[in-house]
């Protein structure tokens, strides 16, 4: 199964910018669409953005769109969120994992928006 390792989160003000990125374990990753996923404190894990196999965004979550992007490079194992704009109700713990095949969750990068 793939494994994900995320980083790229921090503190950050709001307004700021961060670009979390996501190694995957597997070349065969590629054959499969990704999503980023993140958890605040004690609220459920939602889906913020996914991608295709082939690099087309198929979702962004109305309290995003318009200030992330999700991208990803094959060749290099990775998939990318671009953050921009950040609001303290983007802090939250951020993971990357399938969409139609979940792997086990990985440890997340924190990303906490001060005011």
């Known amino acids: 199964q793939v494994q994900f390792v995320e980083s790229g989160g921090g503190l950050v003000q709001a307004g700021g910018s961060l670009r979390l990125s996501c190694l995957a374990s597997r070349s065969d990753f590629s054959g499969n669409a990704i999503g980023w996923y993140r958890q605040a404190p004690g609220k459920q894990r939602e889906l913020v953005a996914s991608?295709?196999?082939?690099?087309?965004?198929?979702y962004i979550a109305d309290s995003v769109k318009g200030r992330f992007t999700i991208s990803r490079d094959n060749a290099e194992r990775t998939v990318h969120l671009q953050m921009n704009s950040l609001k303290p109700e983007d802090t939250a713990v951020y993971y990357c994992n399938g969409l139609r095949f979940l792997s086990p969750w990985g440890q997340g990068t924190q990303v906490t928006v001060s005011s």
């Open positions: 991608i295709s196999s082939g690099g087309s965004p198929t």
